[in-house]
T-cell receptor
Framework: EDQVTQSPEALRLQEGESSSLNCSYT??????LFWYRQDPGKGPEFLFTLYSAGEEKEKERLKATLTKKESFLHITAPKPEDSATYLCAVSGAAGNKLTFGGGTRVLVKP | NAGVTQTPKFRVLKTGQSMTLLCAQD?????MYWYRQDPGMGLRLIHY???????AKGEVPDGYNVSRLKKQNFLLGLESAAPSQTSVYFCASSYVGRQNSYTFGSGTRLTVV
């Protein structure tokens, strides 16, 4: 059974204070690791897909990295508009289904 | 706008009542999914469909039924609602293929009293 654990559950940052979110996973035959952003009252919004260890993807102040056991989402010099819940998910060999972690709620104060 | 549309957005049910949640997508996606999201539990897969006329159970299917009569629509039914089914329900769809990123709807907030 695929499992995803995210830490910390919540993160409070000052504007400009860089930090990292962790996503640990166990999966049979990783087909992809996904990061989503979710704003209150809305559905998750796709950010990145990572397919193999060593891969990195960047988008504005966000950078996602992948190892064989975990992924990190680095937030560099965050702004208040980066406040959201960030979700990690994996797709394994079982098929086209995503297993999600519990998410990390990020609050960036000005 | 193209995407995934869920109706209704909010609903309050009494225990034992039934209802159907509708999900419609206009992206010609093959795969569709129903998830529920609860505090501290993350998103959990209820049922999914890999094509018109097909459905399969996910992680938490008990108490729910689904139908995919048309490729663009995926219906989630609650035959006899229970307070434990109070949750936010999200529908998603995706293409078949390697980059199987989902497109999510905006959710249905259901309260069962």
């Amino acid at each position: 059974e695929d499992q995803v654990t995210q830490s910390p559950e919540a993160l409070r940052l000052q504007e400009g204070e860089s930090s990292s979110l962790n996503c640990s996973y166990t999966v049979s035959g990783l087909r992809g690791l996904f990061w989503y952003r979710q704003d209150p009252g809305k559905g998750p919004e796709f950010l990145f897909t990572l397919y193999s260890a060593g891969e990195e993807k960047e988008k504005e102040r966000l950078k996602a990295t992948l190892t064989k056991k975990e992924s990190f989402l680095h937030i560099t010099a965050p702004k208040p508009e980066d406040s959201a819940t960030y979700l990690c998910a994996v797709s394994g060999a079982a098929g086209n289904k995503l297993t999600f972690g519990g998410g990390t709620r990020v609050l960036v104060k000005p | 706008n193209a995407g995934v549309t869920q109706t209704p957005k909010f609903r309050v049910l009494k225990t034992g009542q039934s209802m159907t949640l509708l999900c419609a997508q206009d992206m010609n996606h093959e795969y569709m999914y129903w998830y529920r999201q609860d505090p501290g539990m993350g998103l959990r897969l209820i049922h999914y469909s890999v094509g018109e006329g097909t459905t399969a159970k996910g992680e938490v299917p008990d108490g729910y039924n689904v139908s995919r009569l048309k490729k663009q629509n995926f219906l989630l039914g609650l035959e006899s609602a229970a307070p434990s089914q109070t949750s936010v329900y999200f529908c998603a769809s995706s293409y078949v293929g390697r980059q199987n990123s989902y497109t999510f709807g905006s959710g249905t907030r259901l309260t069962v009293v």
